[in-house]
């Protein structure tokens, strides 16, 4: 075939479109459905995961998701300790006191009320912690009795605390104890601060130190017998 036959070949070829194979439309792609919003937090709260968290006052999360405060510190927009000042340089007895007994430890709880909130005062002892003697809290281990520790700002409805402290060193001196009333003094005392609440406390090696010089204590709900 010449080059003219051939190029008329491929002319008539081209002019039977009926004899021509159908080429299928291309796929429609979908559009990928949107993203979810993720969820909105109210201001001041801020997500923490999928939560919205207080970042405010939020002691595991202080101003931000993830900064969680040492012991003994309370968190006011960033983790601060607590002001020395909550721990009262006397404490006498009010309506609020309460004692409680387990295992042979009767607990003592006396609240005091400033520096924003309500702060608890307690002493631990059992029937046999002499009276009229002079006890160094620094030979007792952490957990035993007798003990003192103190705790800021609680929460009555969330049952929880701010901050913790526990009395690592000081002359314990108790004057009168029973299940109803304990009065006493607590001298040249450091307080440490704890993490894990007070009933199962762990001193937290970059927490707060608070030294006080005297405390007078008298917690009471019924005169001793």
Do not use: W
Not at 91 to 116: C, H, K, R
Not at 148 to 164: N, Q
Not at 196 to 201: C, E, H, N, R, V
Request: a negative charge; glycine letters at 12%; charged letters at 15%.
């Amino acid at each position: 075939m010449t080059r003219t036959g051939s190029l008329l070949f491929v002319l008539g070829v081209a002019a039977c479109g009926d004899d021509l194979p159908v080429v299928a439309d291309a796929p429609v792609i979908i559009d990928a459905p949107p993203p979810i919003d993720a969820p909105m937090c109210a201001s001041p709260t801020k997500l923490c995961g999928s939560t919205c968290l207080e970042v405010a006052i939020d002691e595991a999360n202080c101003g931000d998701c993830g900064v969680e405060c040492h012991g003994g510190e309370a968190c006011d927009l960033t983790c601060a300790c607590a002001p020395a000042a909550f721990i009262p340089a006397t404490l006498e007895p009010g309506m609020f006191d309460q004692f409680q007994a387990a295992g042979g430890t009767t607990l003592a709880i006396g609240p005091s009320f400033g520096n924003g909130g309500i702060n608890p005062f307690l002493v631990g002892y059992t029937a046999t912690t002499p009276l009229a003697t002079d006890i160094d809290l620094s030979m007792i281990p952490l957990g035993d009795v007798p003990f003192v520790a103190s705790a800021y700002r609680f929460d009555l409805g969330a049952m929880t605390t701010d901050a913790a402290y526990t009395a690592t060193a000081g002359t314990l001196h108790l004057t009168r104890a029973c299940g109803t009333e304990v009065e006493g003094t607590l001298t040249n005392a450091t307080f440490r601060g704890v993490k894990g609440g007070l009933m199962s406390a762990e001193i937290d090696p970059l927490g707060c130190t608070i030294t006080v010089p005297s405390i007078a204590f008298h917690i009471m709900t019924a005169v001793c017998p």
